[in-house]
């Protein structure tokens, strides 16, 4: 099995569009953290230290999606001018506790 490709991360700023692999919107970049970020998410222990690791992106969600979620380096399929296409859907992504 071959790695996942984390580079499209690299791309990413904020404001733009997170669509799921349908095309459907799951909201807006807020903020960018690079792989080896010292930036905590809100998020529980273990899951937070694997996105600290492998960089991530916390979106602005829309819809059923009302706290912030965060998807990993690993979840952004690719990066294109004003939206970001992930490889899983909005319930897989890493939701805020609240």
């Excluded at 222990?45 to 059923?64: F, H, K, P, Q, S």
């Excluded at 999606?65 to 490889?87: C, F, K």
Aim: zero cysteines; aromatic letters at 4%; charged letters at 20%.
């Amino acid at each position: 099995m071959q790695p996942i490709d984390t580079t499209p991360i690299t791309q990413v700023e904020p404001g733009m569009t997170v669509v799921d692999p349908t095309g459907a919107k799951a909201g807006t970049v807020t903020a960018i953290q690079q792989p080896g970020t010292t930036t905590r998410p809100d998020l529980a222990a273990g899951i937070a230290e694997r996105l600290m690791a492998t960089g991530y992106v916390r979106i602005d969600g829309t819809g059923e999606l009302s706290n912030d979620t965060y998807a990993s380096a690993e979840q952004i399929a690719a990066v294109a001018p004003g939206t970001v296409s992930l490889r899983v859907s909005r319930g897989e992504l890493f939701r805020t506790e609240s």
